[in-house]
């Protein structure tokens, strides 16, 4: 839920808006049902249902739980805007693995339309989907979709990254796999670390894109022999980081 959604006593809850639409006339829930509330940010509690309407449900407060499934590094997925809907895709998918935030951008071959006049709209989607993957994999926090990036902007942001690392098909010298064991090593995957992996457009980085990353504090690394597709980059990067670092 997000916070505004969540007030709560020390005893009881309220859930109001989509979330108590979903709870009353999707799931059906009823009076005694017991459900997992979380603020999406550092709190979950299972509770009892006491009263449904659709647009209001309470619930009284069973218990505290401290489960915790986020990942200690916070991974940011920098995405050249795909076509159709894979950008949907890429938010679902690496919402369930672990990402902690989604940076949509504009590179020189990004095929896409792009329309400010929607992007509002979009991005509100995108952080639904994000929600809705969050809860599915029962997180703690939803990862936070961010409005589409300039080129120009994404290379200043990626500064506040501790790593930023750029997929780059072409790069023969650094693979993704000794990039994160040197990163361990120098202790800059530590809890609360930041990385940042960008990946390209259907049409890839252009070189010059490459060289500019570079100059901006990026780390070209290739993910492996084959050529993946946009949307299947960023998945493999973060579970290859996740899988090294035990997460
Ligand atoms: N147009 C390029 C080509 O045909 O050679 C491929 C671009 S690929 C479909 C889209 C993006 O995925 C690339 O910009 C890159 O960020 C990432 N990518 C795909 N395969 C990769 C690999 N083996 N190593 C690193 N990055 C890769």
Redesign the pocket.
């Known amino acids: 839920l997000p916070p505004e959604q969540f007030h709560q006593t020390t005893q009881t809850v309220t859930i109001e808006g989509d979330d108590a639409h979903h709870l009353a006339r999707v799931m059906r829930a009823e009076v005694g049902d017991k459900v997992i509330c979380s603020n999406g940010i550092d709190r979950e509690v299972l509770v009892r249902l006491t009263e449904l309407d659709k647009g209001c449900v309470t619930a009284e407060i069973v218990e505290e739980l401290s489960m915790d499934a986020e990942a200690a590094v916070q991974v940011w997925i920098a995405q ?1 805007l795909p076509k159709g809907d894979k950008m949907e895709t890429i938010i679902q998918k690496g919402t369930e693995i672990g990402a902690a935030r989604f940076l949509p951008f504009l590179s020189e ?1 990004t095929i896409v339309q792009y329309d400010a006049k929607k992007e509002a709209k979009r991005t509100e989607r995108w952080q639904k989907i994000a929600k809705e993957a969050a809860e599915q994999a029962h997180r703690n926090r939803v990862p936070q979709v961010e409005s589409v990036y300039t080129w120009k902007q994404l290379m200043q942001r990626a500064k506040e990254a501790d790593i930023a690392w ?6 023969d010298g650094q693979q ?1 796999k000794p990039a994160i064991q040197q990163a361990q090593a120098a202790g800059q995957l530590t809890a609360g670390k930041q990385v940042l992996i ?8 252009t070189e010059q894109e490459i060289a500019q990353a570079e100059a901006a504090g990026f780390r070209s ?10 949307e ?3 998945m ?2 973060l579970t290859c980081l996740f899988y090294e670092t035990g997460e």
């Open positions: 050249s071959r750029i997929c780059y098909e072409k790069e993704l960008a990946v390209g457009p259907e049409g890839g980085f690394v290739s993910l492996g022999a084959r050529i993946l597709r946009t299947t980059a960023a493999v990067g």
